[in-house]
């Protein structure tokens, strides 16, 4: 089942510019992880927001979580073109090792 | 240097050729998982593992196998490949089922 869905799928801005992908999902989570996919390469942990957090931040990435829209959003300020990668979310369940992936957002970011 | 290997990276193979890709990580970490990538589908989990001798189906299990005979390896097997399991194969680690994975350089099987 998929749990996660991105939105929009794909997004290209100017260098520059910020980038805002946004995550939803179903059922409760203990935690939500958002990854980075540069082509066909393996995905690289971004950052992790538990459920009981609201916001975090880590270098130029904001991530907010909402549990009561069952939500999240992923904000990259200041892009760069290495930037340009896919984007997932992963929800992470209470109860047994499942972790669940959205579809992922497209990120281009021209110079 | 702490990292996750997948062997091997590419293979080509004929339907119903019995394969074996190999995950292996230097981390320690208790809990492992194999996750495929299809266009349009993201990715998803075949089979995870919580530790030694524990293993447990994800959402795509049908046609796989794997088995954790040692912390640091976790082999998928394929006993009877057939051409829907072609995809890019992700092996990953964690130290525990809630942290976050460190993910394997992708396997690429094409299945004729």
């Known amino acids: 089942s998929q749990q996660g869905e991105e939105d929009p799928q794909a997004l290209s801005i100017q260098e520059g510019e910020n980038a805002t992908m946004n995550c939803s999902y179903k059922?409760?989570?203990?935690?939500l992880q958002w990854y980075r996919q540069n082509s066909g390469r393996g995905l690289v942990h971004l950052i992790l927001?538990?459920?009981?957090?609201r916001e975090k931040h880590s270098g130029r990435l904001r991530v907010t979580l909402d549990t009561s829209k069952k939500s999240s959003s992923l904000l990259i300020t200041a892009s760069r073109a290495a930037d340009t990668a896919s984007y997932f979310c992963?929800?992470?369940?209470?109860?047994?090792?499942?972790?669940?992936f959205g579809q992922g957002t497209e990120l281009s970011v021209k110079p | 240097e702490a990292q996750v290997t997948q062997n091997p990276r590419y293979l080509i193979t004929v339907t119903g050729k019995k394969l074996t890709v190999t995950c292996s990580q230097n981390?320690?970490?208790?809990?492992m998982s194999w996750y495929r990538q299809d266009p349009g589908l993201g990715l998803r989990q075949i089979y995870y593992?919580?530790?030694?001798?524990?293993?447990d189906k994800g959402d795509v299990p049908e046609g796989y196998k794997v088995s954790r005979k040692e912390k640091r390896n976790f082999p998928l097997i394929l006993e009877s490949p057939s051409p829907n399991q072609t995809s890019l194969y992700f092996c990953?680690?964690?130290?525990?089922?809630?942290?976050?994975?460190?993910f394997g350089p992708g396997t690429r099987l094409t299945v004729l």
């Open positions: 593992s919580m530790n030694v001798e524990v293993t």
């Open positions: 992963a929800t992470r369940g209470n109860q047994g090792g499942k972790l669940i």
């Open positions: 990953a680690s964690s130290w525990g089922a809630l942290d976050e994975q460190f």
């Open positions: 059922t409760s989570i203990n935690n």
């Open positions: 981390m320690n970490h208790e809990y």
């Open positions: 927001i538990r459920s009981n957090e």
